[in-house]
């Protein structure tokens, strides 16, 4: 079931039920990138999970307040430097889709020799950054800024292999192998909750120390490794290395690598700005924390922030799959078959995400003490929030997935913008002032987040009902 072997009729946008064909191909791509993208993140909510069960309750809070900035840090710098994805993705996409595999196989290794680098130069910029910048964002209590210190420098020795593993996921993707990072993601998943168990609490018998919220990061550090030798090793299988020939420095080209860095650059600076708006969102909660005297509400919004990450990802994972869909069909000369298949990934997920909405809306305090239960106050405090962000859970699938397809197409550009405008002209300002300048707690700041999701959906829905996107050469 090839995903270009449809017909490239203009798509339908008056109608309710789904085109089943489009729906099958992007679900057989789309479930497997949906189970990973799972996976990975229990990979980092464990990490909250298991310290919101400390002994300590004083403790096991401080580190959900800390988590909220030292998990959006790493993930501005980590995540910077893993947009080379988006161009290997959309670049092996069109290659394959255009029968030409060995070119495909030359954009890993060229993404590979670009991941190395940036991996490196990730991790020191992450290492020497951390203290100052989770210093100033730090504001609901001197713990959070020493824990979140700690924390996010023990997530940046993780780097490399993060941005690597993000190289191999792209290529397979792009040739519609979305299950192989499955595999590599279970295994880290298991690994890491493992791994948290010993290092969080302790292994007396095993001479292990309690190391708490530093233990957490740096079992999420060493699983990402494992998870980057499985994806080698997979990549060595003689079904894929012969067919695509990695491992050749003849296939070095500087203009392929030219390219990934072009595609790269503004998506990595879109994460950047996404990642900076929330770091920002989590100060201005800090503000209302240090005037309560604690770390509630940091906690509370942390794992409000979990529970929607629970939302996005698996849409996230359809929007990869959509991606997928679009970088082939415009490689096969189908530029109205790429529109339906995105179109049909909004509606599937608009659908799944109305009935995920109504859960929200009907236990908020009970979703929320899964993460907390050993401080009522945490969900007492996020219960509210929690129904706001049930309201824009819909625009937030238009939103990512449609981003998503426009980084297929190659329109990496745009998204950035958008997601800068928004950010600093929607988000960081407005939460500001109905949060700490008005007045109106963390209901306020959840305000202004779902306002930033609704023009986010609508910015990327008006971009895509265009025709611009089609016609870019990668």
Known sequence: MQLTDLGDEPPRFFKLGLERPLVRRVMALGTWVMLAMITQFFVNAADNFMVGRLD????????QAALGLGMPFFWAVGGFFCAVAFGTQAMTARRYAEGEYQRAGQVLWNSLLVATLAGLVGLVIGWFLTPPAIGFLAQASPEQGELGTTYARMRMLGIPGMVLTFSYKAFFDGIGRTRVHLYAALAMNAINIGLNYVLIYGAPALGVPAMALEGAGLASAVSTYIGLLIMIAISLRPDYSRRYHFYRWAHTRWAII???VRL??????????????????MRFVGQIDAEAGGNTFSAATKALMDTASLCFMPVIALGTATATAVSQSLGAGKANLAARYGWESVRLGVYAMLVIAAIFLAIPEQIIRVWAPNDPAVAA???ESLRIVAAGLPAMVVGLVLSQALY?????TFVMVVEGLLHFGVLVPVSWLLGPRLGFGLEGIWLAAALYTNLMGLAMALKFLGRGWRNIRL
């Open 381 to 383: 405090a996020g219960a």
């Open 408 to 412: 297929g197409a190659g329109a990496n």
């Open 264 to 281: 790269m650059l503004p998506s990595g600076s879109a994460t950047v700005i996404l990642m900076i708006g929330f770091m920002l969102f």
């Open 56 to 63: 300590d309750h004083h403790l096991a809070t401080a580190s």
């Open 258 to 260: 030219r390219d990934l």
